[in-house]
């Protein structure tokens, strides 16, 4: 194996494209310009915040590394910031969730947090699944309309009325992706027969529609969206990997549309990253939550307990 004296290594794993760090910088004195500095002394919150996803296989998948999930999209945004909790449940509903969470485990589960500084609500998949085909799932559209108007209670009753919600509408169906999964699922035993249609979910969406406009909450109307999205990202149907579940290119636009909903509506929720690098660092800026700990160039290498302090 090739050796090389300490001063080679350092040379060789410098990008030959990196940028020079004005003079200082490594001691904490070149501080991204125009960003106000956050120190130890005027920091009056000492727990990291939180985000919480509820929902469906949707959310409980978006954490997915190999689809590039868009729960990790979010939770990338809010490094150093906020913890994004995973609380989706493959196949349930509404209703099931409600159940759960009337349990001891479940409220545990769900809603002994502290910090919380946003919630995402995400169901409809399951609920709006044909009743004749697929009942076991199926919840009737009143009663779904009724069960997220009770998950907004109980998030609001749990963590206050200051905290923010954004409901999400389920996605448009594609009826060839159905078809599709369900021959190469079960083979000879397929029926053929749709349990999930683009007009019910868009019927389903609708009620999440109604319900953010009464609870004025903000809205993320993944059903319109999609299929009205950029003609780069046409056609729509590749947003799902098997007509209802998100592909790798679908979790990134639900994870920029989210974030999108959240620059708009909820400015105070907003981290803008570095314009200089793109990166979540000390010139990355968000009014309502903290960073936590100091960024490492605020740190001078010569009085380090001065950032601490």
């Excluded at 636009?253 to 959240?262: H, K, M, P, T």
């Amino acid at each position: 194996a090739h050796s090389s004296s300490p001063t080679n290594e350092r040379s060789t794993l410098t990008p030959p494209h990196a940028k020079r760090l004005p003079k200082g910088r490594e001691k904490g004195e070149g501080l991204h310009s125009g960003v106000k500095k956050t120190t130890m002394s005027n920091v009056t919150n000492y727990k990291r915040g939180k985000i919480i996803l509820f929902g469906d296989s949707i959310t409980q998948q978006s954490f997915s590394a190999a689809d590039g999930g868009w729960g990790a999209y979010i939770a990338d945004r809010y490094q150093r910031r906020a913890d994004v909790l995973n609380r989706g449940f493959s196949g349930y509903n509404t209703d099931w969730f409600l159940r759960y969470a009337a349990t001891a485990q479940g409220n545990a589960d769900l809603f002994e947090h502290d910090e919380v500084k946003l919630v995402t609500i995400f169901f409809g998949a399951n609920d709006a699944s044909d009743s004749d085909s697929n009942k076991r799932q199926h919840v009737p559209l009143a009663d779904y309309k009724s069960n997220i108007i009770k998950i907004v209670s109980l998030v609001k009753n749990s963590f206050g009325n200051d905290v923010k919600i954004v409901l999400i509408t389920p996605p448009p169906v594609c009826h060839e992706g159905r078809l599709k999964f369900q021959k190469e699922r079960y083979k000879e035993k397929a029926t053929g027969k749709l349990e999930r249609t683009l007009e019910l979910s868009g019927a389903y969406a609708s009620a999440v529609n109604n319900v953010a406009t009464e609870l004025g909450l903000s809205l993320l109307d993944l059903w319109k969206e999609m299929q009205a999205a950029p003609p780069e990202y046409q056609p729509w149907q590749n947003f799902l990997s098997d007509g209802l579940h998100l592909s790798p290119s679908g979790n990134k636009f639900v994870g920029e549309a989210l974030l999108r909903v959240i620059d708009k509506c909820l400015p105070e929720l907003s981290v803008k990253p570095c314009r200089e690098t793109g990166n979540i660092n000390s010139g990355s800026t968000c009014a309502g939550i903290d960073r936590m700990a100091p960024w490492h160039d605020e740190i001078n290498s010569e009085e380090p307990e001065k950032a601490f302090s």
